[in-house]
């Protein structure tokens, strides 16, 4: 016990001295003087070096509300009401009690109430009252409210499991009124001190150990003749958590520098987007189900955008019969109407829609990335987010070719940790040739759709750049990709500010 003594922190050596067998977290707080993260930290601290032993309880107890302060120093309204026909000698009406007693209207009426329910009063004509029989024994013995109330003079809550059976019906009694009381939650901490720890505090309160060797103590060789504390360097010690970038900004941040390194410039645009560039200028028909408002966040039809008449022109002509693209386009009567309205954008395709129809032919070659927030009309679940990012790309190029492709989303894909890819035929309006990438994911055992890509369709690349040019183009969920690296298993976890989540969990390092 003498090691431990040595190795003791001043705030635990200043608790010691106010344990008991067994107290409580306040009680130590009120004797120690010591604030009560003080108390705690020491605690803690004895805890670690098992000296003490400490568990948290939780009990309900009563304590006064407003009006039960009030009530306690002026006394209960139909307690003031009895006492002020008690002094007549004939029956009162109701302004004078009101006024006698010092009453409010609703304070008179629950008064009545209560008292007629007692028995303590008779209404007498003319809406007057006189004091009963059962009233006059009724101020001379006291309410049992008042009684209850008066317990909180020397108690500022009692404990709600210990009330005696008339305590029990004025509690009952009173709750029911406004403001009264109330009951509470009290949260404690139970310390228990072993025997050992005791003895070691009747010990300590004979010897004096130093915290600190000072210049005076050096001078006159003081220090030869008391006992210095030893500092304990195996008792653990709170968590330091430095600031970090959210994990899902690592990530976002590491998926931008890849493309930056092939050479991508990357794409932004406006949240907020017409349905001509976000779906129409994509060559999606306009009864295509993902336009449906269960799919898409539509504004309000009062809100429109101003398209340019000649682009117009050419989407609404390659959508009714193909325009100079060589395709039959879908074969039906384009609404531009239609066009015109604002949504929140679908997909990042949008920015890749929008800056192929600003390239010129001396910009060619050129490679675009975005990794951008997109919005879905989706049911909030442990796999669907209704806001969540995409990662788009697109390779303007007169020989591209779907090898390039397949050689672009490998190489990426190999960057974020996956080795094992493959691409499955797929089928997405405004690509010719698509496909659906997949990885394996070992931890799993499965394959994992993480994204869509193709080659743009003539009626998406003539009609916005006036001449038939490869484009290769992808649309990789964000989420999907991250998930396993940080093994979350919902993904709404993703976005949740649990702060044990942010600072635990690992920080996205790749290669």
Do not use: C
């Not at 609703?106 to 009963?132: D, M, R, Y």
């Not at 001190?193 to 001078?219: G, H, I, R, W, Y």
């Not at 992808?474 to 093994?487: E, N, Q, S, T």
């Amino acid at each position: 016990m003498q090691d431990i003594a040595k190795k003791l922190h001043p705030l635990e050596r200043a608790l010691l001295k106010h344990l008991t067998e067994n107290t409580t977290l306040k009680k130590l707080v009120e004797k120690s003087g010591l604030k009560e993260v003080e108390v705690m930290r020491a605690l803690e601290w004895l805890q670690n070096k098992n000296l003490v032993e400490f568990s948290k309880t939780v009990s309900k107890v009563i304590t006064l509300d407003d009006n039960g302060k009030v009530y306690l120093e002026n006394g209960l309204p139909e307690e003031r009401f009895l006492k002020v026909l008690s002094l007549k000698d004939k029956p009162v009406d109701k302004e004078q009690i009101i006024k006698e007693a010092e009453l409010t209207n609703e304070e008179f009426n629950v008064s009545l109430g209560l008292l007629k329910k007692k028995l303590a009063i008779e209404i007498k004509p003319g809406f007057k009252f006189e004091i009963t029989k059962n009233g006059k024994l009724l101020v001379e013995k006291g309410f049992v409210e008042r009684a209850f109330l008066d317990k909180f003079k020397e108690n500022q809550e009692l404990p709600l499991d210990n009330l005696s059976p008339e305590e029990k019906l004025a509690f009952e009694s009173l709750k029911k009124r406004k403001g009264i009381i109330k009951v509470v939650e009290n949260k404690d901490w139970i310390v228990k001190t072993p025997k050992k720890t005791l003895e070691l505090k009747e010990q300590l309160a004979k010897q004096n150990f130093v915290d600190k060797l000072t210049p005076d103590m050096l001078k006159d060789g003081s220090w030869k003749k008391v006992s210095f504390r030893h500092y304990d360097v195996t008792v653990n010690v709170p968590s330091k958590y430095s600031g970090r970038i959210h994990f899902t900004n690592e990530a976002i941040d590491y998926i931008k520098r890849i493309w930056l390194e092939l050479g991508f410039k990357e794409m932004t645009g406006k949240l907020i987007q017409s349905t001509f560039w976000d779906l129409d200028s994509l060559f999606v028909p306009q009864d295509h189900p993902a336009r449906d408002m269960q799919d898409t966040f539509y504004l309000e039809d009062k809100y429109k955008a101003n398209i340019d008449k000649n682009l117009l022109k050419r989407v609404k002509a390659v959508h009714e019969n193909g325009g100079d693209t060589g395709s039959k386009g879908w074969q039906y009567s384009f609404d531009e109407e239609i066009s015109k309205k604002l949504i929140l954008r679908t997909h990042t395709t949008v920015l890749s829609a929008q800056t192929i129809a600003r390239l010129k032919e001396s910009d060619l070659p050129a490679k675009f990335f975005a990794v951008s927030k997109i919005f879905r009309n989706e049911t909030w679940d442990w796999k669907h987010l209704f806001e969540f990012y995409q990662i788009e790309g697109i390779v303007v190029d007169p020989n591209a070719s779907f090898i390039n492709l397949r050689g672009y989303l490998i190489q990426f894909y190999k960057k974020m940790g996956y080795d094992n890819i493959r691409l499955r035929p797929a089928y997405f309006p405004y690509t010719e040739p698509s496909v659906e990438i997949e990885v394996y994911v070992p931890e799993r055992d499965t394959w994992l759709e993480l994204g869509g890509a193709g080659i743009f369709r003539p009626e998406v690349t003539k009609t916005l750049m006036g001449k038939e040019i490869p484009v290769l183009a992808w649309g990789l969920g964000f989420a999907r990709i991250i998930v396993p690296y940080f093994d979350i298993k919902d993904v709404r976890d993703i976005y949740r500010n649990d702060l044990h989540v942010l600072r635990n969990i690992k920080r996205f390092v790749k290669f």
